[in-house]
């Protein structure tokens, strides 16, 4: 995602708060359902990427990859905000899955550190990440309006990250 659709995106997301949304025309239970899935989606990017990262040799992905942990550390920010103005924690992914991921890239990076390599399990990963979003946004009509544009404003960013790994094939 480029700088400007960041922008774009986040302006969106700013006039959204600044419409209070009528709580009675949304699902809040789906509401919750859906930031519930959200955090999940990208605490789970963000501690796979995390993972990946001490076997990356090479600056530049270096670079890439710390800037995706830091704009998922503030789509974890909006999340909770939102979780809180819903009276909500929502619920992380579990931690048999994340233990099952770390070792899947863990594995798969032992046998080869290369860009192309590292670049297929992140496009895996992130591929992984874009259907769950995809499948959470076609079905977010009665959810509450701020939960479906962060929603959308996150798989942006995934089909942004998808389109730069991409280049590194």
Same mark, same amino acid.
């Not at 990427?49 to 909006?78: A, G």
């Given at each position: 995602?480029?700088?400007?659709?960041?922008?774009?995106?986040? $302006?969106?997301? /700013?006039? *959204? %708060?600044?419409?209070?949304?009528?709580?009675?025309?949304?699902?809040?239970?789906? @509401? %919750? $359902?859906?930031?519930?899935?959200?955090? $999940? &989606?990208?605490?789970? /990017?963000? &501690?796979?990427?995390? *993972? #990946?990262?001490?076997?990356?040799?090479?600056?530049? !992905?270096?670079?890439?990859?710390?800037?995706?942990?830091?704009?998922?550390?503030?789509?974890?920010?909006?999340?909770?905000?939102? /979780?809180? =103005? #819903?009276?909500?924690?929502?619920?992380? /992914?579990?931690? +048999?899955?994340?233990?099952?991921? =770390?070792?899947?890239?863990?594995?798969?990076? !032992?046998?080869? $550190? @290369?860009? *192309?390599?590292?670049?297929?399990?992140?496009?895996?990963? *992130?591929? &992984?990440?874009? !259907?769950?979003?995809?499948?959470?946004? %076609? &079905? @977010?009509?009665?959810?509450?309006?701020?939960?479906? #544009?962060?929603?959308?404003? !996150?798989?942006?960013?995934?089909?942004?990250?998808?389109?730069?790994?991409?280049? +590194? #094939?």
């Amino acid at each position: 995602m480029t700088k400007q659709q960041q922008k774009q995106a986040e $302006k969106e997301y /700013a006039e *959204t %708060r600044n419409t209070q949304a009528d709580e009675n025309n949304c699902d809040i239970e789906q @509401s %919750r $359902k859906d930031l519930s899935d959200l955090y $999940k &989606n990208v605490t789970m /990017a963000q &501690n796979c990427v995390k *993972t #990946l990262l001490p076997y990356v040799e090479e600056q530049e !992905i270096t670079k890439t990859l710390h800037k995706q942990v830091e704009q998922y550390d503030h789509y974890v920010e909006q999340i909770g905000t939102l /979780a809180e =103005n #819903l009276n909500f924690d929502p619920t992380p /992914a579990p931690k +048999m899955f994340v233990t099952m991921a =770390n070792m899947g890239i863990r594995a798969k990076m !032992i046998s080869d $550190k @290369s860009v *192309t390599h590292i670049a297929k399990v992140m496009l895996q990963g *992130t591929l &992984n990440g874009i !259907i769950d979003l995809y499948r959470m946004t %076609r &079905n @977010s009509q009665n959810t509450h309006p701020e939960v479906a #544009l962060l929603s959308k404003q !996150i798989l942006r960013y995934e089909e942004g990250c998808f389109e730069t790994m991409k280049g +590194m #094939l």
